[in-house]
């Protein structure tokens, strides 16, 4: 098996840091992001105070036992929920193993190490295709036709692949009316209706063949214009081709139509983050307030439910102030973007606001939306003035006191 994951090593001695720079050459790794660094624990206790933590965290510690549990527990306070901690140590002890076992590392190996005592622990970590880590479901759904959904997503996941180092891959769901393909300029290998269509055919492989790369850290899988009758979509079919995907992709941005059917309403219960768009109008507003009353319960409150207020002042006489719709839904829009056509001309280009207005005064909001998103606490970017930041929007929007 071919692992496609996070990996940070932080070395004391240079006997583990040669073995760990092994993986970076080893061929199950192929596809996996290794980055090394010296300091072993406390290295990494420091780094992870401003930096997101990797999927598997490997530590070299040379301390005794108390030394090492105390640091794992600082390393517990800085790290990503879901993050897996592989400790090598220099105490061959069962004492000190049961004890970190105990404390949640993942494995822990006795110095010295070779590379392939290294791939074996990985390979018996995540053996279990269920053990096997999932990138972040994030999905966009319109509170009505045309409020710009497509549009955030499709930047929100273009900001992502730009900052996080990682693979972002981005599903157009809307099988009839999917636009990924033009948004990139791009040709679908395979529809994704054609694939819903027939889930016992998907398979890992199959995406991998069908899926399109953008660039490096892009992937597509677009949906184009297709009117052809396709047999009923089961929320199922969608589990399956989701799942596979988020085990090819750091973060998996999913456009959505506006559409209900059990297999949407599946996968907006389900989206580790959801990001409903609306413009400020009565029928978005009411269709927003129905959606949020009606998720609440089944997405819980650990998933976060993110409403954006989109295409601010097209009618200015007719548009709902923001009291109504903040004071209505008991919920603070996270975002509000005027409307500019800059987005209908780069539409017709097949670019995204960052990658061809990078200066443009909503560029540095959206990738902002992307951070938000993407569930870790600080992203690589430029350092933002203080009327870029997301509240200085809403407060130019009135949508914060």
């Known amino acids: 098996m071919i692992y496609r994951l996070t990996i940070d090593g932080f070395h004391v001695t240079g006997a583990v840091a040669e073995a760990l720079a092994g993986l970076q050459s080893d061929r199950l790794m192929a596809k996996s992001r290794i980055t090394l660094r010296d300091g072993g624990l406390s290295g990494a206790i420091t780094h992870y105070r401003d930096n997101a933590s990797a999927q598997l965290v490997i530590v070299e510690e040379s301390g005794d036992r108390q030394q090492i549990l105390e640091r794992l527990g600082h390393l517990a306070e800085v790290c990503i929920a879901g993050t897996r901690v592989m400790v090598i140590g220099h105490l061959n002890d069962v004492g000190t193993y049961r004890a970190l076992i105990g404390q949640g590392v993942s494995e822990y190996l006795i110095a010295p190490v070779t590379t392939a005592d290294l791939v074996a622990a990985v390979e018996s970590l995540y053996q279990d295709p269920g053990a096997a880590p999932r990138g972040r479901l994030i999905a966009f759904f319109a509170a009505r036709g045309g409020a710009g959904a497509s549009t955030l997503a499709h930047n929100t996941a273009w900001n992502l692949a730009q900052s996080v180092g990682e693979q972002v891959l981005l599903v157009d769901l809307d099988l009839a009316f999917g636009t990924v393909g033009l948004a990139f300029n791009t040709d679908a290998k395979q529809t994704v209706g054609e694939l819903l269509g027939t889930p016992e055919r998907i398979d890992a492989q199959m995406l ?33 081709l989701l799942d ?13 139509p506006h559409l209900w059917a059990p297999w949407v309403s599946h996968v907006l219960e389900t989206a580790d983050d959801l990001v409903i768009v609306a413009q ?4 978005n507003l009411r269709d927003t307030k129905a959606l949020l009353d009606g998720l609440a ?14 295409k601010q002042d097209v009618y200015r006489k007719s548009q709902l102030s923001a009291k109504d719709f903040t004071e209505t839904l008991k919920v603070e829009p996270v975002l509000a973007l005027a409307f500019d056509p800059v987005f209908g001309e780069l539409s017709n280009n097949g670019q995204m606001l960052g990658e061809a207005a ?36 809403l407060k130019k929007a009135k949508l914060v006191k």
């Open 208 to 240: 991998e063949r069908i899926v399109v790369k953008y660039d490096d850290q892009l992937l597509l899988l677009p949906s184009r214009g297709d009117l052809r009758d396709l047999p009923p979509i089961e929320p199922e079919a969608v589990d399956r």
């Open 244 to 256: 596979l995907l988020r085990r090819m992709a750091a973060f998996v941005v999913v456009d959505l």
């Open 280 to 283: 400020p109008d009565l029928p």
């Open 297 to 310: 319960r089944r997405r819980g409150d650990k998933a976060p439910t993110r409403v954006v207020i989109n």
């Open 358 to 393: 990078r200066s443009h005064k909503l560029a540095e909001p959206m990738r902002q939306l992307a951070g938000l998103v993407s569930g870790r606490q600080s992203l690589p970017a430029r350092k933002a003035k203080a009327n870029d930041t997301v509240t200085a929007w």
